[in-house]
């Protein structure tokens, strides 16, 4: 008796994992950098620059290699207050919701004067 309940449990939890994972991977991404030198952006995965986006959930993927720089990827707006440490290098995954009719804005804290930009979520 007990071996079919462990049975029943076990591929109700490997379902819900199958399905986190997969809804996970459909989310639309977004790409962010820092440098080189003095730059700093965000693209679609299609590599367009972004101005504006769908309201709702997207993948963020920030990528940092000018350690040397003391850049950092900031993003700020309406409930998303997201960044990494300053002389970072490495890749960062983040999953965030954008509300519709909000600014978001993105900057590298210790030069926001040069590297910043901002887009809309419609």
């Known amino acids: 008796m007990r071996r079919p309940?462990?049975?029943v449990a076990l591929l109700a939890v490997s379902t819900l994992?199958?399905?986190s994972l997969a809804s996970a991977q459909t989310l639309p991404r977004l790409?962010?950098?820092?440098?080189?030198?003095?730059?700093i952006s965000l693209k679609t995965a299609s590599g367009a620059r972004v101005t504006q986006v769908k309201a709702g959930?997207?993948?963020?993927?920030?990528?940092?290699r000018t350690g040397t720089d003391a850049h950092n990827f900031h993003l700020t707006g309406a409930g998303v207050d997201?960044?990494?440490?300053?002389g970072f290098?490495?890749?960062?995954t983040w999953r965030v919701r954008f509300?519709?009719?909000?600014?978001?804005?993105?900057v590298c804290d210790p030069h926001e004067l040069a590297m910043h930009g901002s887009f809309r979520a419609v």
Do not use: C, I, M, N
């Open 5 to 7: 309940l462990r049975l």
């Open 17 to 19: 994992a199958v399905a």
């Open 31 to 39: 790409v962010g950098k820092t440098g080189p030198a003095f730059t």
């Open 57 to 64: 959930t997207y993948t963020l993927v920030v990528t940092d």
């Open 82 to 86: 997201l960044k990494t440490t300053v």
């Open 89 to 92: 290098v490495g890749t960062k």
């Open 99 to 106: 509300q519709r009719g909000k600014t978001y804005r993105f």
